[in-house]
C-alpha cells in the first residue's frame, strides 16, 4: 500500500505564491510519472502538470510560465511551484503517481489540498 500526503495549500491573494508538495511512502519499488491535478467547484478534475521518472514535463496550457512541476526522486516528493496565481487557480489540487510495489503496479491519489485565491 501507499500512503499520499499533500501539504501546502491555503489562501492567497492574487498575484501571490503557493508550493504544493505530495510526498509518498510505503513498500515503493519504483516511481514513474507524478502529476498534479485539480477541481474546481462544478467543474471537472484536470491536469495541470506532470514530470516523468526522468525529469521531462508538461503543463496545461492556464499554468505555462506560472507553475512549476519538480520532484526529489531520493524523497519520494513532488512538488508545485504556483506563482502569479489567479482567482481561477481555486480548486482542489491533487496529487497522482504511478508507482509499482510488491502488489504491482498502479497508480495512486492524494486526499486533495485546497488552494484559494481571493483578495
Known amino acids: 500500500q501507499v500512503q499520499l500526503v499533500e501539504s501546502g495549500g491555503g489562501l492567497v491573494q492574487p498575484g501571490g505564491s503557493l508550493r504544493l508538495s505530495c510526498a509518498a511512502s510505503?513498500?515503493?519499488?519504483?516511481?514513474?510519472?507524478m502529476s498534479w491535478y485539480r477541481q474546481a467547484p462544478g467543474k471537472q478534475r484536470e491536469l495541470v502538470a506532470a514530470i516523468t521518472s526522468g525529469g521531462s514535463t508538461n503543463y496545461a496550457d492556464s499554468v505555462k510560465g506560472r507553475f512549476t512541476i519538480s520532484r526529489d526522486n531520493a524523497k519520494n516528493t513532488v512538488y508545485l511551484q504556483m506563482n502569479s496565481l489567479k482567482l481561477e487557480d481555486t480548486a482542489v489540487y491533487y496529487c497522482n503517481v504511478d508507482v509499482v510495489t510488491v502488489a504491482g503496479g498502479r497508480d495512486y491519489w492524494g486526499q486533495g489540498t485546497q488552494v484559494t485565491v481571493s483578495s
Open positions: 510505503g513498500s515503493i519499488f519504483s516511481m514513474y510519472a
